[in-house]
Every structure is written in C-alpha cells, then in structure tokens.
C-alpha cells in the first residue's frame, strides 16, 4: 500500500468538496428555530430574540442561559453535520 501525505489544509479542502458535492446532490437543510419569528412577519424583533434566549421565563438573559442557547445550537449542527458525513462513508 503507497502512503499519501497531505496537509490539514489538503485534507479540509477534500472534505469541503466532499460535503458540497454531497450537498448539492442531496438536498439537505438544518432546520431553523421554529417561532423566534412569533409573528412571521419574516423579521426577529429585539423583544423577540430576548423571549428566544431566556430559557425560563423570568425576563433576564442570563450569560449562563445564552451559553447554554448557543451549545445548543451547536450540538445540533454537529449533529447534523455527523450525519453528512456517515453519508459520505
């Protein structure tokens, strides 16, 4: 068996063009919160985008609770990009 060498960057720009093709085969999306746009007027208001963030109810956006907004939201792109990927194996 011949040994490659590549580069992090080789090996990212293979990836890239691995997902993108697969992209653009398959169609996928991640899906966006459902009703941040409590209105649907197609724009996310200050008041609405506080509501988003303050997990319990109390009025106050705690950095803790933005943390914990944010992981979440990072949990499940990555989720969703794990499930890409097994595609591509």
Not at 19 to 46: A, H, P, R, W, Y
Request: proline share 1%; hydrophobic share 30%.
């Amino acid at each position: 068996m011949k040994k490659i060498i590549l580069t992090e960057s080789d090996v990212t720009k293979i990836i890239q063009k691995s997902i993108e093709k697969q992209l653009n085969e398959d169609k996928f999306t991640l899906e966006v919160d459902e009703g941040v746009d409590e209105n649907e007027n197609g724009v996310i208001s200050k008041d609405e985008l506080h509501k988003h963030f303050d997990l319990d109810d109390d009025g106050q956006v705690t950095p803790d609770e933005y943390d914990d907004h944010i992981d979440y939201h990072v949990k499940k792109i990555t989720s969703e990009v794990k499930k890409i990927i097994s595609k591509l194996s």
